[in-house]
C-alpha cells in the first residue's frame, strides 16, 4: 500500500444563512455532514456530484482555505486546523490549488514571473534569480516557452492561461494538487490538452489530485479512485471501472443515465428532479428522490458500507 497521503475524518462545514428578524438566529445549511475520505500517494481521486452536493466546499476545507465547523484534514500526519499560521504557510509547500476559472484566477496586473513565483516566495528563501530560473522550468513542464515570464495573463488563450495556473501550483514540488474543476471553462477543444497534459505531470513530478469535477468522463480519465457526493455525504466511493460500469447508488446510476450518449438509439435521461418534500434529519437524503425508496429510507440514514474489496455504498437496498 502506498503511502498514505491525505486523511479526512468526519468532516462537516455550515454556514450561516441571513437573518429575517434582527433577533432571530440564524438558520444554518450544512454544506458537508460527516464527510470521511482516504489518499494515498500516486492514486488520485476525483469528487463528483452535482452542484450543491458540497464538493467545492470541500476542496477549500482541504486547502485550508476555511475551517471545518467538526473534523479532521491531515495531510502527511499533520492536522492543518491545527497549525499556526507560520506553519501552515510552511506546509503549503505540500499542497496547492488549481481553481476553475483560468480569467479569474491570475492577477491581469502581474507578470507570468511574479504570479508563477508567489508560491515559491511565501515557502521559501529563494533568491530572484533562482525563482526565476524555477520558474522557466515549470513553464516549459507545462508546454509554454521561457519568453513567456515576462507577458500578462491577457495575452494568453484560456487553456494557456490554465497552463500558467497548473505551473503556479506545481512550482513548489507540491505532493497533493487540489483541483476545482480546471477544465469546465475551457473549450472542448482544450480540455483534453489540458486533462493529458495533468496526467502527465502526475508521472513526472509525482504529483497526487484531488480534482473535483461534475464531468464523469474528466474523472474516468485522470483518477484512480472516485467518491460521489450528495447533500453533503458520500454515498458512493470505488474505482472509475466499478462506479461508472456498475453503479449500485440510486443517485450514482442517475448520473450516469443523465450523460448525453452519441448514440442515435440511447435516450439521454434527465438528472435527477429536486425533492418534492425535505427529508428528516435521520432519513436517506437521497429518499425524496430515489425511484427504489423504501419504508426504511425514511427512518435511518445509510452509513456507508463495503460492497466489494475496493467498493462502498451508503444505501439500504439489498445490493449484494
Not at 257 to 269: D, K, N
Amino acid at each position: 500500500m502506498s503511502d498514505l497521503l491525505l486523511q479526512v475524518d468526519s468532516l462537516t462545514r455550515s454556514y450561516p444563512m441571513p437573518r429575517e428578524r434582527l433577533w432571530q438566529r440564524p438558520a444554518l445549511v450544512q454544506a458537508l455532514r460527516g464527510v470521511s475520505l482516504r489518499m494515498h500517494s500516486g492514486r488520485s481521486l476525483g469528487v463528483v456530484g452535482e452542484s450543491g452536493s458540497g464538493k467545492s466546499t470541500l476542496a477549500r476545507l482541504v486547502m485550508g482555505l476555511e475551517p471545518p465547523t467538526s473534523g479532521r484534514v491531515e495531510l502527511l500526519g499533520q492536522d492543518l486546523n491545527a497549525l499556526g499560521a507560520a506553519e501552515l504557510r510552511h506546509a503549503r509547500r505540500n499542497f496547492q490549488m488549481v481553481f476553475q476559472d483560468p480569467y479569474g484566477s491570475l492577477d491581469p496586473r502581474q507578470t507570468v514571473a511574479r504570479i508563477v513565483c508567489e508560491p515559491l516566495s511565501v515557502v521559501s528563501g529563494c533568491s530572484p534569480a533562482e525563482m526565476r530560473r524555477q520558474a522557466g522550468e515549470v513553464l516549459q513542464a507545462v508546454g509554454l516557452r521561457t519568453s513567456d515570464l515576462d507577458k500578462y495573463p491577457h495575452e494568453f488563450s484560456g487553456g494557456q492561461r490554465q497552463r500558467v495556473a497548473i505551473a503556479r501550483a506545481l512550482i513548489t514540488r507540491p505532493r497533493l494538487i487540489v483541483a476545482d474543476e480546471p477544465v469546465s471553462a475551457l473549450d472542448v477543444s482544450v480540455q483534453a490538452q489540458v486533462l493529458n497534459l495533468m496526467q502527465d505531470l502526475a508521472q513526472q513530478y509525482g504529483v497526487t489530485y484531488l480534482l473535483i469535477s461534475h464531468d464523469l468522463a474528466v474523472v474516468n480519465h485522470l483518477c484512480d479512485e472516485v467518491a460521489v457526493l450528495y447533500q453533503g455525504r458520500v454515498v458512493e466511493q470505488g474505482s472509475p471501472q466499478t462506479l461508472f460500469r456498475a453503479a449500485a447508488h440510486p443517485y450514482t446510476q442517475a448520473l450516469l443515465a443523465a450523460v448525453p450518449r452519441l448514440e442515435p438509439s440511447a435516450r439521454r435521461q434527465r438528472s435527477p428532479t429536486p425533492p418534492a418534500r425535505q427529508p428528516s434529519a435521520q432519513a436517506c437524503p437521497y429518499a425524496a428522490r430515489c425511484p427504489q425508496a423504501q419504508a426504511a429510507c425514511d427512518i435511518s440514514r445509510p452509513e456507508l458500507r463495503p460492497l466489494g474489496k475496493h467498493h462502498a455504498v451508503a444505501c439500504h437496498l439489498d445490493l449484494s
